[in-house]
């Protein structure tokens, strides 16, 4: 074979691994713009956001050390205004968040001891939030506590996936840095007409801080961390793509998204999956991400968007019409324990606005 022959095999093998990968290309002037919006007013990490009746919700936050500050804030994109709301009745943190029919979703997270050494405390909580009346209502408890779990609407019903929790047989009451826990694949379904559970297939392999999207009937849970939930465990971040089918309650496996994160933000626009920000670590340093991508169910492809303004972690994501809006969080990876007097927490209101095609 002529070396120009060998040249030309060898291109057409990287060009089928890049299509099965689902590579992603370049930065397309195409894909979109940012636009800076109004800050948030009580800047903070662990953060979580979602869209309901038009306007943005932003919901959770924590304080040193780890206290959960249930905050509830309403952005008007009109206005371009932040309004407080009523206080999530029993405050948590890295709570697992989803819209339905105008009603706002929130299940697990983790609360502190209620004495002795700080801790991430599973809960199985679940609440409903009325934007219209600023009013919560208690839903019945998932069958499993966790928390750093995430949540999707298909069909009517919710799916709780994934999270984080106690290893079986401890008998400590939360999880902690300096002790051996678990990732979970745990799937359990609610049904709002019933106010009832139901466990389904597990995720086949678990994570907890991954990004979730729903597309015509199918749930992607995207990144995340693999092993414990804190990100000081090293190694930790993912690039893994599970779609789940709640017809058929089953998995598969799709394109590995570029960028291995966790603890982004994301949203659904036109049929693709946004995810932005993160944060890793490693024994070299310490970072949050500013990258922005997005996935397409319908080609398993990834594509590489505009760079966010900011780099987060811990920041709130939502979609809102043809914008994707990225709320507060930490412009530096977690510090555990955080030096004194340092600040890394940020206000910044961005919203990716998506470019036609």
């Not at 008998?171 to 694949?185: D, K, Q, V, W, Y």
């Not at 049904?191 to 995720?203: G, I, L, V």
């Not at 049929?271 to 340093?285: F, P, T």
Request: glycine residues 12%; neutral net charge.
């Amino acid at each position: 074979m002529t070396t120009r022959g060998i040249r030309e095999v060898i291109v057409g093998l990287l060009l089928e691994v890049a299509v099965l990968a689902g590579f992603a290309g370049p930065v397309g002037a195409a894909g979109g713009k940012w636009v800076k919006l109004a800050p948030f007013p009580e800047p903070g990490e662990e953060v979580q956001g979602a869209a309901a009746g038009g306007k943005v919700y932003v919901f959770q936050g924590i304080q040193p050390v780890w206290r959960p500050m249930g905050l509830v804030y309403e952005y008007d994109p009109g206005a371009d205004k932040w309004t407080k709301k009523k206080d999530m009745p029993h405050p948590s943190h890295h709570t697992a968040v989803t819209e339905m029919g105008g009603k706002i979703y929130l299940f697990g997270g983790f609360t502190l001891p209620e004495s002795g050494p700080p801790a991430w405390i599973p809960i199985d909580n679940a609440w409903e939030y009325d934007p219209a009346t600023d009013a919560w209502r208690a839903l019945a408890p998932m069958p499993t506590k966790r928390g750093a779990a995430v949540a999707a609407a298909v069909g009517g019903k919710l799916y709780v996936i994934g999270g984080g929790a106690q290893l079986p047989g401890d008998t400590n009451p939360g999880i902690h840095p300096a002790r051996p826990h678990r990732s979970l694949g745990t799937v359990e379904e609610y049904d709002p007409a019933t106010n009832t559970w139901r466990e389904r297939s597990p995720m086949p392999i678990p994570r907890n801080h991954a990004a979730i999207g729903a597309v015509k009937g199918k749930i992607y849970v995207i990144g995340g961390r693999l092993g414990a939930a804190f990100i000081t465990a090293m190694p930790g971040n993912s690039d893994l793509v599970q779609e789940y089918d709640p017809a058929k309650n089953s998995w598969a496996l799709k394109a590995a998204m570029p960028t291995p994160r966790s603890a982004v933000a994301f949203g659904v626009i036109n049929e693709k999956i946004y995810v932005a920000g993160g944060e890793v670590q490693s024994y070299e340093y310490l970072a949050a991400f500013r990258a922005l991508e997005a996935y397409d169910p319908a080609t398993n492809t990834w594509e590489r968007l505009p760079r966010m303004p900011v780099p987060r972690h811990g920041l709130a994501g939502a979609a809102l019409g043809n914008r994707l809006h990225l709320v507060s969080g930490d412009i530096q990876s977690s510090m555990v324990p955080r030096p004194p007097g340092a600040e890394t927490h940020t206000g910044q209101h961005d919203a990716f606005e998506v470019g036609s095609r």
